[in-house]
């Protein structure tokens, strides 16, 4: 009888990646435990369970959870399309303590990270990181913790603000925002300065004599972003993408971003 069993076992198809029966079940909308908290992970299309990956850390809106980012198009669907493993951590009661830097958080976010180290074999040069909403706010307080050990921010509608001290930066920030934005409000200058949403980030890196390249692009006729490039910074480039619509995650943008820093050939979806 106890052959049976392991015969079916033998002869049943095995996952094509190369995991335990404990990391299988941790995957997409299955989280992966952490102590007391959770994250969840989806890899991308067609990897060979052996090449290292990119990845990107995505920290959910307010009231969310990772479930609905590894399922969501514009995040997961542009991940597994171009190599990169997603993460994405369950916040606290879900939310983000990102306020101040007194915040448990960035380490959670920096222990996910290492615990997906263990099951996956990650690319430390391309690790990005993301967020949307308060999510946003609290990749930028992750960045301004820990910004040293990442490539790239990559911040949807929202910020710290601008007077913030960040003891850390990643070489290569991004971030998208709408000028009619209520939920997450366009932070514009003194005077009305649309670029005044990634001050912080322009004095951190020093862009202060940098070169200033702006430009147009779109996903649809209703997609459509201006950029404003700082292109040779001091200690690296920021790039801010204004578009004149309110709260949500643009189109395309998330993917436009990794095709730059993955050095791909931009396209949708």
Known sequence: MHLIPLILALLWPTNSLAVSPEQAVCHAENPCPLGERSYHVKEPDDWDGTSPLPVLL???????QGTLIVKHGRISGATRRRGVLLLAPNGQGKTWNFWTDQTDDVA?????????????PIDRNRIFVSGYSYGSAMAWRYACENGNVIAALLAVSG????SEI???APQDVRHVHGTADTVMDFPFGPTGQTTWPVKLWRDRLRCDDADIDTDTWSV???????????????????TLDVHKRGHFIPRGWIARQLDELLHRTPSYP
């Open 108 to 120: 959670f976010a920096a222990a996910v990270i290492e615990d997906a180290a263990k099951r996956y």
């Open 166 to 168: 960040c003891p850390q």
């Open 220 to 238: 649809t006729k209703h997609d459509m972003f201006t950029r404003t490039t700082w292109t040779d910074c001091g200690k690296g480039r920021v």
């Open 159 to 162: 910020t710290l603000r601008q």
């Open 58 to 64: 995505h920290f959910h809106g307010w009231m969310r």
